[in-house]
């Protein structure tokens, strides 16, 4: 019975996407060509959005922007994650920070990643590091928040109970703390990634010479809004795979162990 719905649900779903995707050619159609409301290259049609990705990938541009922008994330994030765990475990244990620097960690993250770009340049000049730093800067605040919260909210009666068995100070942290902690920890680091592919491509957009960014800028800049549009939607696209291939999976892993996820 799950089965025949998750079927449905998956048939559903294509059938959405295609009546959307043929609603959005006829507005293009008729916005264009009946009532002429809008010129052609002022907005993207599904014809022209295809085309251009055949153009794109056809002469290797599209595969050479997922990877450098692939790459470039990954490292980012993997860099955030590291600094994001370090500075929330400071946080946790050094009540005067907690008490004065977390109000102010959380100020900051609010900033659009863009705010961060001119010091990118100022500092690291147009480069990769430049582009790294507003990865950075925009996802390694949110992951120590997301650390310093999971393990502060973990329940007291865990810990409780494990003191009355005997476990203290690093059994203690790794037996039951980031145990109990790792659901919530596990979304903190989605929402680090979401927060760092965004910063990827405010970096790219400003000092990139090659990526999904740098793609968008040159179809800006060549008032060809098809290859905007397909950017944008590679961006997407790739942003859900992520999520729900590597992150997704971890979380019905982990909640499976618990005994309260069923699928």
């Not at 010129?39 to 049609?45: C, Q, V």
């Not at 340049?121 to 999971?150: D, K, P, R, T, Y």
């Not at 098809?226 to 590597?246: A, C, E, T, Y």
């Amino acid at each position: 019975m799950y089965k025949k719905e998750k079927k449905q649900t998956i048939l559903g779903s294509i059938l959405f996407y295609i009546g959307l995707l043929v609603l959005w050619q006829i507005v293009f159609w008729m916005g264009t060509e009946v009532l002429a409301i809008w010129e052609s290259y002022t907005f993207p049609s599904i014809v022209g959005i295809i085309e251009r990705f055949f153009e794109l990938w056809k002469d290797g541009t599209i595969a050479e922007s997922i990877g450098y922008s692939l790459g470039r994330g990954v490292i980012g994030y993997i860099i955030s994650c590291i600094i994001g765990c370090i500075v929330g475990a400071v946080i946790l244990n050094v009540k005067y920070l907690n008490t004065y620097l977390k109000p102010m960690l959380m100020g900051i993250q609010t900033l659009p990643s863009i705010c961060w770009v001119p010091f990118a340049i100022l500092w690291f000049g147009l480069g990769e590091n430049s582009i790294l730093f507003v990865i950075i800067m925009g996802s390694a605040l949110s992951i120590a928040l997301s650390v310093e919260s999971s393990v502060r909210n973990v329940d007291k009666i865990y810990v409780q109970a494990a003191s009355t068995m005997g476990a203290k100070g690093i059994k203690m942290l790794y037996k039951v703390i980031i145990p109990a902690a790792i659901p919530m920890l596990i979304s903190g680091f989605r929402q680090g990634w979401s927060f760092a592919w965004r910063a990827l491509m405010a970096g790219e957009v400003i000092s990139s010479s090659v990526g999904l960014g740098y793609t968008l800028m040159v179809g800006r800049n060549l008032a060809d809004i098809n290859q905007v549009m397909l950017v944008m939607i590679i961006i997407v696209i790739i942003g859900i795979i992520v999520d729900k291939v590597f992150f997704s999976f971890i979380e019905k892993r982990v909640l499976r162990k618990r005994g309260v996820y069923i699928g």
